[in-house]
């Protein structure tokens, strides 16, 4: 545990800015009770601090001058080096230079240096399309080590960039990774092989869905109002998705499946272009494409069409409709 309180800055480049919308949602404690309680000091924030223009380029020279002490950089959004790896699509305002510039000048300076998002940690949304921009994340150019400060960098305290993958993140996957920090116990074991933190990526989305039963029998879904699993049809890759979000819910109880929404992995780099619509799940021979990953492909065609054999009544009924049609009987009790 740090004695003072550690010095953050967080900056936001080519991204929509729906992380730090998702952080400021955070609950139990709220934002600034978690910064406070984890001994977090907002050096500057663009959309949680009042400074602006002068006043924060003058921060951001003292960091670089050693004058402040940079505790831990966050960046959200992807940086963009186009056009010719110039960086000068995405300028700091109030400067002469490429906010990359600047990115890569404090990342120098900083004990820990977090991507906050799919966007800053791998390129995200925003490299999607052909990529017009040249964005790539900190670390990261989608699955490919290397991004902005190259496959070796490590700051100060000599780890790599921490990637808080999402899109957006949830709140408390920054708080309690930042938290972590604070405490002086994340380390590079605390990270998975794409740098994100485990402590929420060690879990898979499938994990708690209460699709699950559904699931057991492929009971699946036609139409994105049905209660059924959303994977056999509608592009659910909850099975191979690594976060929380069934049992960590979103906004004090939703989640994308809750929500009537397929996982569409956006904690995973090249999330963002499956090569196929989103709600829609690839097949060869009327067979899923991408089954779970444990999972051998005989298996999964052999206990899917035992399951889809053994089907309840209710589930197959109920897979379908956009509210519970049949419910569960009492054994023993006929009606
Ligand atoms: S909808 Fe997706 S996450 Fe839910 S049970 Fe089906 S495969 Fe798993
Ligand atoms: S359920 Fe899937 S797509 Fe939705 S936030 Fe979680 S990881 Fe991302």
Redesign the pocket.
């Given at each position: 545990m740090h004695d003072q309180p550690l010095n953050m800055l967080w900056l936001q480049s080519g991204g929509c800015g729906g992380c730090t919308l998702s952080m400021m949602c955070a609950e139990s404690p709220e934002l600034f009770t978690s910064f406070e309680a984890a001994g977090i000091h907002v050096l500057w924030h663009p959309s949680l601090s009042e400074a602006s223009g002068n006043a924060v380029t003058q921060t951001l020279e003292a960091i670089i001058n050693d004058e402040v002490k940079l505790d831990i950089l966050c960046l959200e959004g992807a940086v963009v080096r186009g056009p010719n790896n110039t960086g000068k699509f995405h300028m700091m305002a109030g400067t002469s230079e490429p906010m990359m510039h600047w990115i890569k000048k404090l990342s120098l300076k900083a004990d820990y240096v977090i991507a906050v998002g799919t966007c800053a940690a791998y390129g995200g949304i925003t490299s999607g399309g052909g990529n017009p921009t040249d964005a790539c994340g900190m670390q990261y150019e989608g699955k490919r080590r290397g991004g902005l400060l190259g496959q070796d960098f490590r700051s100060v305290r000599k780890l790599s960039v921490v990637n808080i993958a999402g899109c957006p993140t949830h709140p408390n996957w920054v708080t309690e990774t930042l938290a972590q920090i604070v405490l002086g116990n994340f380390t590079e074991s605390n990270m998975d092989e794409f740098g994100r933190p485990r402590s929420y990526v060690d879990q898979?989305?499938?994990h708690g869905?209460?699709?699950?039963e559904?699931?057991e029998f492929k009971a699946s879904?036609k139409k994105p109002s049905d209660l059924?699993?959303?994977?056999e049809n509608?592009g659910?890759?909850?099975?191979q998705?690594h976060a929380d979000c069934?049992t960590r819910l979103w906004n004090g109880g939703g989640s994308c499946?809750r929500g009537d929404y397929?996982?569409v992995n956006c904690t995973a780099p090249g999330f963002e272009e499956p090569g196929h619509p989103f709600t829609e799940t690839p097949k060869i021979a009327g067979i899923p494409v991408g089954l779970p990953t444990d999972m051998p492909k005989a298996w999964f065609v052999a206990l899917a069409s035992l399951s889809k054999a053994a089907t309840p009544e209710r589930l197959k009924l109920n897979a379908v409709s956009d509210h519970v049609k049949v419910v569960q009987g009492i054994r023993g009790r006929t009606k």
């Amino acid at each position: 545990m740090h004695d003072q309180p550690l010095n953050m800055l967080w900056l936001q480049s080519g991204g929509c800015g729906g992380c730090t919308l998702s952080m400021m949602c955070a609950e139990s404690p709220e934002l600034f009770t978690s910064f406070e309680a984890a001994g977090i000091h907002v050096l500057w924030h663009p959309s949680l601090s009042e400074a602006s223009g002068n006043a924060v380029t003058q921060t951001l020279e003292a960091i670089i001058n050693d004058e402040v002490k940079l505790d831990i950089l966050c960046l959200e959004g992807a940086v963009v080096r186009g056009p010719n790896n110039t960086g000068k699509f995405h300028m700091m305002a109030g400067t002469s230079e490429p906010m990359m510039h600047w990115i890569k000048k404090l990342s120098l300076k900083a004990d820990y240096v977090i991507a906050v998002g799919t966007c800053a940690a791998y390129g995200g949304i925003t490299s999607g399309g052909g990529n017009p921009t040249d964005a790539c994340g900190m670390q990261y150019e989608g699955k490919r080590r290397g991004g902005l400060l190259g496959q070796d960098f490590r700051s100060v305290r000599k780890l790599s960039v921490v990637n808080i993958a999402g899109c957006p993140t949830h709140p408390n996957w920054v708080t309690e990774t930042l938290a972590q920090i604070v405490l002086g116990n994340f380390t590079e074991s605390n990270m998975d092989e794409f740098g994100r933190p485990r402590s929420y990526v060690d879990q898979l989305v499938h994990h708690g869905c209460p699709r699950n039963e559904y699931y057991e029998f492929k009971a699946s879904a036609k139409k994105p109002s049905d209660l059924g699993c959303l994977m056999e049809n509608l592009g659910c890759v909850g099975t191979q998705a690594h976060a929380d979000c069934n049992t960590r819910l979103w906004n004090g109880g939703g989640s994308c499946l809750r929500g009537d929404y397929p996982c569409v992995n956006c904690t995973a780099p090249g999330f963002e272009e499956p090569g196929h619509p989103f709600t829609e799940t690839p097949k060869i021979a009327g067979i899923p494409v991408g089954l779970p990953t444990d999972m051998p492909k005989a298996w999964f065609v052999a206990l899917a069409s035992l399951s889809k054999a053994a089907t309840p009544e209710r589930l197959k009924l109920n897979a379908v409709s956009d509210h519970v049609k049949v419910v569960q009987g009492i054994r023993g009790r006929t009606k």
